[in-house]
């Protein structure tokens, strides 16, 4: 997927003060501090330091694998399991849309292998506080959109999803490519469309 659509953009909500096991809503409360000295002009500031080629650890409940397992799956087991090394991913653009202490909205774009809750978290701790993700929308994959490409439920229909896919399909790279990618990885979808 990231041959084709290098970068993909989110809208994440932080939450400042407290920190989670898995970095989101998801997770069991590991840390909280205090948060109300923090300013939008803090966060702000702070936001350039993650734009660009930044380095950054993977989160420990991640699809990442030790030995085939994903790490979330030996998380959930109860083993033992290591952070992954700090490796390099790119933020091509970042932005604070809302500031309502203890929450914060983000909007991200971001290369492949990105984990924006590890970014939340990351803004936290640079903050001399604790975060943890809230919620995450993907707003844009490569030339989709949720704006422009999502189908609603209430156009869930034969007529419509058909419109839909042969849209999609005309923004997806020229046929030798996708041949290609079909041959590579047998039995996979190249792109699902939203």
């Known amino acids: 997927k990231s041959l084709f659509f290098p970068s993909q953009k989110y809208t994440a909500i932080g939450l400042l003060g407290k920190a989670t096991d ?3 809503a998801t997770g069991r409360v590991t840390e909280e501090k205090p948060y ?12 350039q330091k993650f734009t660009g ?3 950054q650890v993977p989160p420990l409940y991640s699809a990442l694998k030790k030995d085939g397992e994903r790490l979330s799956t030996l998380m959930k087991r109860g083993e033992a399991v290591e952070a992954k090394p700090a490796r390099p ?3 091509y653009s970042l932005s604070l849309q809302q500031f309502q202490p ?3 909205t983000l909007d991200v774009e971001c290369g492949g292998g990105f984990y924006v809750r590890s970014l939340v978290s990351d803004i936290g701790k640079e903050l001399s506080t604790c975060a943890t993700m809230q919620e995450l929308t993907r707003t844009k994959q490569g030339p ?3 704006e422009e490409h999502a189908l609603y439920e209430d156009k869930w229909t034969i007529d419509e999803i058909a419109r839909s896919l042969e849209h999609c399909m005309s923004l997806l790279p020229g046929e030798p490519s996708h041949k290609k990618l079909k041959t590579e ?3 996979e979808t190249a792109v699902s469309c939203e």
């Open 89 to 91: 991913v790119r933020v």
């Open 144 to 146: 989709f959109t949720l």
């Open 185 to 187: 990885h047998p039995g």
């Open 102 to 104: 203890p929450l914060f």
């Open 36 to 47: 109300e000295q923090i300013t939008k002009g803090d966060l702000e500031n702070v936001l």
């Open 22 to 24: 898995t970095l989101d």
């Open 53 to 55: 080629e930044i380095m």
